[in-house]
């Protein structure tokens, strides 16, 4: 069972940065796609990036191309979101997720997800 626990969120302005953190818990971390999902609210979940096993090969929402970078480390079980230029409209709780169930697979707009952490809160300020 992995255990997901998100770190990093917090209040800033607009065009200002933030670094999320997810701490991972389990042996396989590293053969796991991993992921970052929001949830504004009144809206649904929705879909930020992901990241292969290696790390070779990652994928983004069209909102936020260019202005996050998601990474990870295996070696310290951690996958990273570095978000710059934030926007109101990035306010959103922020969801760690992992692809658990299938060890080295890769589904782009983060399909697939099936472990979840509980969020951590993103308030962008204008």
């Known amino acids: 069972q992995v255990q997901l626990v998100e770190s990093g969120g917090g209040l800033v302005q607009t065009g200002g940065s933030l670094r999320l953190s997810c701490a991972a818990s389990?042996?396989?971390?590293?053969?796991?796609?991993l992921g970052w999902f929001r949830q504004a609210p009144g809206k649904e979940r929705e879909f930020v990036a992901c990241i292969s096993w290696t790390g070779g090969s990652t994928d983004y929402a069209d909102s936020v191309k260019g202005r996050f970078t998601i990474s990870r480390d295996n070696a310290k079980n951690t996958v990273s979101l570095q978000m710059n230029s934030l926007k109101p409209e990035d306010t959103a709780v922020y969801y760690c997720a992992a692809d658990t169930d299938n060890p080295f697979r890769f589904k782009r707009h983060g399909g697939g997800m099936d472990c979840w952490g509980k969020g951590t809160l993103v308030t962008v300020s204008s």
């Open positions: 389990g042996r396989s971390f590293s053969s796991y796609t």
